[in-house]
């Protein structure tokens, strides 16, 4: 699993001690009892899978980031990126498993992992809309003609994408920058304006999207306008000696949500990944009514990738439940029960998984969400496990 070089949430793609505080539950409310049942692998060789959505049928559509490719590479602080049309929605459906859009912009490391492109989708009938993750403002000229829809969310029909933009969320950011650089960051490296839109959903009509390092949730009309929904705030960790220096030190420590989902209650859910150093247990999951000030639902959780309702109940996706900066950390999926009680459904056999969703009786999650279809060591797959 590699860390992030940019401090702020870099490569998101690489982007618990489990749930160690409080929740915003009735007192008494606790963590409940541990279950690991066997996952089955439901599609494999996939090449950085994301967000993943299933249908009323039980087909399985799968944001696949990519594995970048050769038609632009570039050094940055000493990491080679390459850039290609390799990224795609995949369908899966029973034991088919589909490449339904093709020729989606990537960029991922010259061996085709932790890679950028792709990041989520919905599907509406015969079109994919698909969000283009990276959209980090003055980027895309780095990344050669392959980048020109990275930070987008795009409509296409099946096939070798068509893409009719809808939106670009990093022209947003840089036009009205709704968290103001989110404070004054700590680990130099977090930009005044950046962005990197990471999930979607419908919602009202329109689109919820949240951008992972503008810190926001927003709202994209049905009459193609973006409404600023949330903004998230900072906060302070304390980190040890050795960490970011010689010296213990205070860190104001960004959001970068990652997630989010509707609620059985018809309020929206928001997932964080945090920013570096990645701490065990400052993970949060705001609770978002349009009009009001967004609220913590839940706390205690590490590093964040993705939520699903399982009927009333949160399911929370962690990427790295001992923290990003344990390279061996495995993932893990909570079962959040509304009266707070927490039971870890899986550890084993995840591995930087980076979706989830519920549908046909099963959960299903992107796993080994940042390894590409081929090469050394592991490859992308969907897992699942009863619901």
């Keep these: 699993m590699k860390i992030p070089t940019d401090l ?33 692998v439901v599609a494999a060789n996939l090449d950085n899978p994301r967000k993943l959505v299933v249908d009323s049928k039980g087909t399985v559509y799968v944001a696949e980031a990519g594995a970048g490719g050769r038609d632009r590479c570039f050094t940055e602080s000493g990491s080679k990126t390459c850039v290609g049309l390799t990224g795609a929605v995949v369908a899966i459906a029973g034991s088919s498993q589909t490449k339904v859009v093709t020729g989606l912009p990537s960029a991922a490391s010259s061996d085709g992992s932790d890679a950028e492109g792709p990041a989520s989708l919905v599907v509406r009938g015969n079109r994919y809309v698909v969000l283009i993750g990276d959209g980090r403002v003055g980027k895309t000229s780095r990344l050669g003609p392959d980048g020109a829809l990275t930070g987008d969310l795009v ?84 980190v040890a000696a050795g960490v970011v220096g010689k010296r213990a030190a205070s860190l104001t420590v960004q959001s970068v949500p990652t997630s989010v ?67 061996g950390s495995p993932g893990a999926l909570i079962r959040l029960r ?43 797959e969907i897992v699942s496990i009863p619901a």
Excluded: C
Aim: charged content about 15%; cysteine-free.
């Design 8 to 40: 702020h949430v870099g490569l998101l793609a690489t982007v618990v001690a489990v749930a160690a505080t409080a929740t915003v539950a009735p007192a008494g409310a606790g963590r409940g009892a541990s279950s690991s049942p066997a996952l089955r």
């Design 261 to 327: 989902t509707v609620g059985p209650d018809g309020a929206l859910y928001v997932g964080e990944l945090t920013g570096y150093p990645f701490a065990v247990g400052k993970a949060r999951i705001w609770r978002v009514v349009p009009g009001h000030k967004p609220e913590v639902y839940a706390s205690g959780f590490t590093n964040v990738s993705d939520l699903a309702f399982d009927g009333k109940d949160l399911l929370v996706l962690e990427i790295a439940s001992r923290g990003l900066r344990d390279a």
């Design 155 to 238: 409509s296409t029909r099946p096939g070798k994408v068509e893409a009719q933009v809808l939106a670009n969320f990093g022209a947003f950011e840089a036009s009205h920058n709704p968290d103001h650089g989110a404070g004054p960051g700590t680990a130099a490296g977090d930009p005044a304006l950046d962005s990197n839109p990471y999930d979607v959903i419908s919602f009202r009509g329109g689109y919820a999207v949240v951008d992972a390092a503008a810190n926001d949730l927003l709202w994209l009309s049905p009459a193609g306008t973006i409404a600023v929904l949330a903004v998230f705030p900072t906060q302070v960790e304390h």
């Design 338 to 380: 509304p009266d707070g009680t927490r039971t870890v459904v899986a550890t084993a056999g995840l591995v930087d998984p980076t979706g989830v969703a519920v549908g046909d009786g099963r959960i299903y999650i992107s796993d080994y969400g940042t390894s590409p279809a081929t090469g050394a060591g592991h490859h992308g």
